[in-house]
C-alpha cells in the first residue's frame, strides 16, 4: 500500500497543542485499525534536544534505540500507543552535519550545496525514512515552531515539494491555528489565521484543514468565515476549544469526523469500527471527584513543568487506574537547601525525586530522600532520584556527610555513585550518556519484582553515573535491596530499602513508558503506596483499561 503522509503545521502563536493534536489524529487512525507513526521536524541547529537546559525545551524524551528527542514524541507515544525510533525526530542540526559530511567526502564533487535541493532533498530523504523502518500506513509529519519562522523554510519547502512527489491523494496538509479571545467586545477573531493561511500559501502550501484552538466556543458563522476566506471547505475548519483533560481531545475530534475527512482525502479505507470506550472512561474517571492524595514532586526546573511532563504523565495515569486524584505540589530543591519549604513534606504521602545533572539543588534532595526514609513516607527516584536516594542511605550507613556522587564531588572520599567505567575516556557530550533500552533482571520476592509480575524487564536510560560495587555488600547488610540487575549482574539498575513501606530507586527512567491505558507497574506500587499512607480508598483491583 501507498503510504499517505499528514503534513501538520502551526500559525499564529505556538503552545496552542500542536504536539497534541497530531498525537491525537494518529489515535483516530489507530482507531480505525491503521497503522500509525508521527515524525517531529525541529527547526533549531542542534543535532537533538539532549545538550539543551529544560529551561529552553522542557524535557528530552528518549526513545527504545536511545535518541534524545522533543517531548512531543512522548504525546505521541502515549496517545497512540506506539514506540516510535530516531528517524522519527529531525532537526536543522542532522541535516546540515549530513549533507556537509557528505559534501567533505565529495558525494557532490563539482556542485554548488545549496538549501534548495540538497538540504530539502536530505530532509525528504529522512521523511521518507519513517515508513520504511515503522512499515506506517500513514506518515503524520509534525512541523515545530510556527510559519513564518525564518528557520522552518526548508522544512516547509520540503513539504510542498512532496505534494508534487507524492501525490495530492497521498497528501493532506493540516494548519492548525489559535483565535483570539477580544473581551471587550465578546469576539473571537479569525484574522490571524487568515494571515497566517495567506503566509503558508505564499510558501506554495495550502492547507486541506484548518483546526482552529481556542480557549471559547466556535460558533457556526465563524466557521464558515474561516472556511470561505481561507479557502478550505467548512466541514474541514474544526474548532477545537480548550478542554479540562488531554484525553477528551481524540473524543473531541472523533466528533468533528476529522478521521473522516482525512480517509476521504487520502482515499483510505477503515479497517475497523472505533472504539472509544477506555477513552471515554479515561475522561470520565479524570472529572469523578476522587480521593485525594498528595505527591512532592521534587526537582529544580519546577517552575516549567514541560520539564517533568512524562513523570506528571506517568503519575496521573497511575492515579486514574487507582481511583484516585492527584495533587501534585512542585517542591523546589534549591529552596529546601535553604531551608524553605520544608513543611510541604508534613501533608505529603510520597515524594519523587526525578531525573536531572548538575550540583545546583542536589542537598535539597538528598534532604528530601532523607526524609522520606526517616518519615517512612513513600519515595520513587527516577535515574538521579535512584542515585540521591544511595548517596543519602551511605551517609547515615557510614555516618558521615563525607558520601556523595562524584558527579557532585569528584574529590569525595566515598563516591558511592561513580561515573560508568565505559564513559571515563568520552569527551564529547552529545548523544554519548548510557542511552535507551536495555534489560534489567529482577530478585524474586522484592517489591520491584512483584510490582512488575516479570523476572526480566526491558527499560530506558539516559545517564552517565551508577552505583559503585564496592559498597554494594555494605549496604546490602544495612538493608538495601539490590532488586533489578544488569543480566551480567555488574550493574545496579534498581534499589530498595527493605525496612520502609515504599523506597525505591530506577537507574533507568520508568516514566518513558507509562501510557494512560497502560500505567507503569512501579508507577502503580509507588502510588498504591502513596494511597495507603493518605488513608484514602482505592481501586482494588484497578479500573480495567485494556
Ligand atoms: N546526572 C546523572 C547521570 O548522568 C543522572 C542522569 C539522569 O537523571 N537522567 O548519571
Redesign the pocket.
Known amino acids: 500500500m501507498t503510504t499517505k503522509y499528514i503534513f501538520i503545521t502551526g500559525g499564529v502563536v505556538s503552545s496552542v497543542g500542536k504536539g497534541v493534536t497530531a498525537a491525537a489524529i494518529g489515535r483516530l487512525l489507530k482507531e480505525r485499525g491503521l497503522k500509525v507513526a508521527v515524525q517531529k521536524l525541529d527547526p533549531y541547529i542542534n543535532v537533538d534536544p539532549g545538550t539543551m537546559s529544560p529551561y529552553q525545551h522542557g524535557e528530552v524524551f528518549v526513545l527504545d534505540d536511545g535518541a534524545e528527542t522533543d517531548l512531543d514524541l512522548g504525546h505521541y507515544e502515549r496517545f497512540i500507543d506506539i514506540r516510535l525510533n530516531r528517524v522519527c525526530n529531525i532537526t536543522t542540526g542532522q541535516v546540515y552535519a549530513e549533507v556537509i559530511s557528505k559534501e567533505r567526502r565529495g558525494d557532490f564533487l563539482g556542485g554548488t550545496i545549496q538549501v534548495i535541493p540538497h538540504i530539502t532533498n536530505e530532509i525528504k530523504r529522512r521523511i521518507a525514512l519513517v515508513s520504511k523502518s515503522t512499515g506506517a500506513d500513514v506518515v503524520l509529519v509534525e512541523v515545530g515552531g510556527t510559519v513564518g519562522d525564518i528557520e522552518s523554510l526548508p522544512f516547509l519547502e520540503a513539504l510542498r515539494q512532496l505534494r508534487t512527489d507524492l501525490g495530492r491523494e497521498n497528501t493532506a496538509y493540516i494548519h492548525v491555528t489559535w483565535l483570539p479571545y477580544i473581551g471587550a467586545t465578546d469576539e473571537l477573531k479569525t484574522k490571524p489565521t487568515q494571515h497566517s493561511v495567506h503566509e503558508l500559501r505564499s510558501i506554495g502550501i495550502s492547507p486541506d484543514m484548518i483546526i482552529a484552538r481556542s480557549d471559547q466556543p466556535v460558533y457556526d458563522n465563524l466557521r464558515e468565515k474561516i472556511a470561505q476566506f481561507c479557502d478550505v471547505e467548512k466541514r474541514a475548519v474544526i474548532p477545537m476549544t480548550t478542554v479540562s483533560t488531554l484525553y477528551e481531545i481524540p473524543l473531541l475530534l472523533e466528533k468533528e469526523k476529522v478521521a473522516e475527512y482525512l480517509l476521504e482525502r487520502l482515499s483510505l479505507q477503515s479497517k475497523k469500527e472505533p472504539n472509544w470506550h477506555v477513552w471515554e472512561t479515561l475522561v470520565t474517571e479524570t472529572k469523578r471527584k476522587k480521593p485525594k492524595v498528595t505527591i512532592a514532586l521534587v526537582g529544580k526546573y519546577v517552575e516549567l513543568h514541560d520539564a517533568y511532563i512524562s513523570v506528571r504523565e506517568a503519575l496521573k495515569h497511575a492515579a486514574l487506574a487507582l481511583g484516585v486524584d492527584l495533587d501534585l505540589k512542585w517542591v523546589h530543591s534549591t529552596n529546601l537547601e535553604k531551608g524553605k519549604g520544608l513543611e510541604v513534606f508534613d501533608k505529603v504521602s510520597g515524594i519523587v525525586v526525578?531525573?536531572?545533572?548538575?550540583s545546583r539543588g542536589i542537598e535539597g534532595k538528598i534532604l528530601a530522600a532523607h526524609l522520606a526514609r526517616t518519615r517512612k513516607i513513600p519515595y520513587f527516584g527516577?535515574?538521579?532520584?535512584m542515585?540521591l536516594m544511595v548517596v543519602e542511605f551511605g551517609r547515615y550507613v557510614l555516618g558521615t556527610d563525607q558520601v556523595n556522587?562524584s558527579?557532585f564531588d569528584p574529590a569525595t572520599p566515598n563516591p558511592v555513585?561513580d561515573l560508568m567505567a565505559e564513559q571515563q575516556e568520552i569527551k564529547e557530550m552529545g548523544g554519548t550518556?548510557r542511552l535507551g533500552l536495555y534489560p534489567c533482571i529482577l530478585q524474586s520476592g522484592t517489591i520491584a519484582a512483584k510490582a512488575y509480575g516479570a523476572k526480566k524487564i526491558e527499560e530506558r536510560h539516559?545517564?552517565?553515573?551508577?552505583f559503585n560495587n564496592q559498597y554494594r555488600d555494605l549496604f546490602a547488610s544495612k538493608g538495601m535491596v539490590f532488586s533489578g540487575l544488569s543480566p551480567d549482574k555488574k550493574l545496579v539498575e534498581i534499589a530498595e530499602l527493605r525496612d520502609h513501606p515504599f523506597m525505591l530507586g530506577t537507574?533507568f527512567?520508568p516514566e518513558f513508558l507509562s501510557r494512560p491505558t497502560r500505567p507503569h507497574p512501579l508507577f502503580m506500587a509507588f502510588m498504591r503506596a502513596a494511597a495507603e499512607k493518605a488513608g484514602v480508598e482505592y481501586l482494588d483491583p484497578p479500573l480495567p483499561l485494556e
Not at 354 to 358: D, E, K, L, S
Not at 382 to 385: E, K, P, T, V, Y
Not at 462 to 466: D, L, N, P
Open positions: 526525578p531525573g536531572g545533572f548538575g527516577l535515574c538521579l532520584g542515585q556522587s558527579e555513585i550518556m539516559r545517564h552517565r553515573f551508577e537507574q527512567h
